[in-house]
C-alpha cells in the first residue's frame, strides 16, 4: 500500500486535508436540503477524489492488484456514505415538504426517492 | 444535470478523454496481471476523477438532490466495472499461477481473493 | 439449471404459485402503508422461498456452482425488489404521514428509514 | 420483531436447526468443489429458508416495516454469505483445476467466474 488515502474514515487525513480545504464559499441557503452541509459533502468529495488520484498511483506503480481493490472499496464506501447523507437529507427537505404541502406532488417525490435508492442498490 | 460525465459509457467522452490523455507510460510488464491493462485502467480513473469532480460542481451549485445521486451511482458503476477487470486479471495471472505451480500457495491466493470479493459485494 | 424458479419474472411461474396460493387473508386495513399489498408481498415472498428450496434441491443434485450462484443472484434480486417495494410504501405512508403532522417525529423517522437502506446498502 | 430469525449467525437458532436436520446424506463425492461443504450448506439455506418464512409471518402480522427491512437485511447477508462460500470453493477446485491442466480452458473459467461475481455485485 503506498498511499495513505485508503482510510476513508482516517482523523489524520481528515485534519490534513480540512487545512487543504478553499475558503468556505459563502453561499445564501439554496434551493435544496443538502445546500446546509455543501462544505462538509465537498470536503467528502474531495477525500474521495483523492482515493482516485491514489488509485491511479497505484496502478502505475504495479501496486498488488488486491491492495488496489482494498482502495477500491474504500473509495464506494465514501461515495455511499456521502449518497446515503444526501438522501437523508432529501427525505427530511424535499420529501417531507411535499407531504406537509398535502397534494399529489409526494407520489412523484416518494417514487423518485425510491428509484434513485434502487439505482444505488444495483450499481 | 450539469455535467457530461455522468454517462460512464460514453463514446464521446471516451475519445475526449483519450484525446488529453498523457503519453502511455512505457513501463516494463510489472509483476502483476493488470499491468498489461495499465493504460485502460489508468483511462478509466481518470474519468471516474473526472466524476468526482463533477459531483463537487453538482453540490457547489445546489444542483437537484436526485440528480447528484444519479451520478454518484454512475461513479460507484465505474468503480465496480474497473474492481471486476482488475479481479478477472488477477484471477487469471496469479492466483493461476500458484494452481499450475501446485503446492500450498493456492488456498492462501483463494482466500485472499475471495475477502476482497466480500469487501466489494459488502460496501 | 434442473429448477423452474430461477427466473424471479416469470410469468409462467407467477401464474402457476398463484394456483397454490392461499385464500387472501380478509385482513382489516392494518396499522402500516404496506398491508393494502399484503397479498402480492405474500405471494412474491413464496417465490423467493420456493427458490431457495430450488437452491437446496441444487445443491443436494451437485448442479454446477455457476448455476447456483445465478439463483443465488435472482433469490437476492427478489429480495431487494421486495424491500425497495416495502421502503416506497413506508415513505409514502408512515414517513409521509409525520410530516404531515408536523413536530420532531419527522427527523427520527427519516433517520429509521436512511439506518434501513443503509443495511440493505451494506449487504 | 416477532421471529427468532433475524440473527442469521446466533447459536442458538443454529443448534436448534441442526436438530431439526434431516440425517446427513451420504452422497458420494460429487464433482463439484463444494460438495464436501453440503451439509454445512444445506444447514444455511434451511435456516434462510426459514427467515423467508418468518418474512412471510412478519407481513401477515403487520410487523413494522422497518423491521421486516432488517429481517430482510439479514436473509440478503445469509445468502451473499452462501455464495462466498460458494465461490471460494469454486476458485479453488475448478479454477486451480482447470490451471494445473494447463491449456486455454483456463480463460474461460476466469471469465465465468468474473461474470457470476458481477452479478452478485448488481443484484
Request: charged content about 25%.
Amino acid at each position: 500500500m503506498t498511499t495513505t488515502e485508503t482510510d476513508e474514515t482516517s482523523e489524520a487525513a481528515e485534519a490534513a486535508e480540512a487545512g487543504l480545504s478553499a475558503p468556505a464559499p459563502h453561499s445564501p441557503q439554496g434551493p435544496h436540503g443538502y445546500s446546509s452541509h455543501k462544505d462538509a459533502h465537498l470536503k467528502r468529495l474531495r477525500r474521495i477524489e483523492g482515493q482516485i488520484r491514489g488509485l491511479q498511483r497505484m496502478v502505475e506503480e504495479d501496486v498488488y492488484c488486491i491492495d488496489v481493490l482494498t482502495q477500491v472499496s474504500a473509495s464506494t464506501k465514501g461515495l455511499q456514505s456521502f449518497a446515503l447523507q444526501l438522501l437523508e437529507e432529501h427525505l427530511r427537505h424535499c420529501v417531507a415538504a411535499a407531504a406537509a404541502e398535502g397534494g399529489p406532488e409526494i407520489d412523484d417525490k416518494v417514487a423518485e426517492a425510491t428509484a434513485a435508492i434502487a439505482r444505488l442498490l444495483r450499481t
